[in-house]
Nanobody, 118 residues
Framework: QVQLVESGGGLVQPGGSLRLSCAAS????????MGWYRQAPGKQRELVAS???????NYADFVEDRFTISRDNRANTVTLEMNNLRPEDTAVYYC????????????WGQGIQVTVSA
């Protein structure tokens, strides 16, 4: 079964840290871009960070060096370390895997809540 399963969200105080993990299975993830998106209430889903299978990382401007994405190609996992979290980081975070060569796909996890609040 092709799926992305997220874990690690929760409630944290401003300035705190969280680690999100995504386990991918069911297809080949070689040459796929894997990453994290988020969607806050009333807002569009937006890219947080992504990583190619070759290790090239891309971050949204709002990350400001607070988050780090990492990827294990052998285990088919992608992790997002989030530090110095702010209330505006509160959102549902989604793992994504996208492959533009055959087999093509654009996969989403079920989403995991991150809440930053005192």
């Amino acid at each position: 079964q092709v799926q992305l399963v997220e874990s690690g969200g929760g409630l944290v105080q401003p300035g705190g840290s969280l680690r999100l993990s995504c386990a991918a299975s069911g297809t080949t993830y070689t040459l796929a871009i894997m990453g994290w998106y988020r969607q806050a209430p009333g807002k569009q889903r937006e890219l947080v960070a992504s990583c190619t299978s070759g290790g090239t990382e891309n971050y949204a401007d709002f990350v400001e060096d607070r988050f780090t994405i990492s990827r294990d190609n052998r285990a088919n996992t992608v992790t997002l370390e989030m530090n110095n979290l702010r209330p505006e980081d509160t959102a549902v975070y989604y793992c994504n895997a996208r492959r533009v060569v055959a087999p093509r796909y654009n996969l989403w996890g079920q989403g995991i809540q991150v809440t930053v609040s005192a």
